[in-house]
């Protein structure tokens, strides 16, 4: 597995607390759930390969 980087990041109380219940709700932890929206917004943006187009081919 690839080395993560490690970064402080700030969120005004009200885009925490929504994040963690959508966390919660997906049974993911609160790092995770960010971690899972950017991918997801870069693959949108054709800024990250998508890896089940890789596996297609």
Do not use: H, V
Request: glycine share 2%; charged share 35%.
């Amino acid at each position: 597995m690839a080395q993560k980087k490690a970064f402080p990041l700030r969120l005004d109380p009200a885009t925490f607390d929504a994040l963690q219940r959508w966390a919660d709700a997906d049974l993911r932890s609160l790092n995770g759930q960010i971690e899972y929206l950017l991918r997801q917004a870069l693959r949108q943006a054709k800024r990250l390969p998508d890896p089940d187009a890789e596996e297609s081919k």
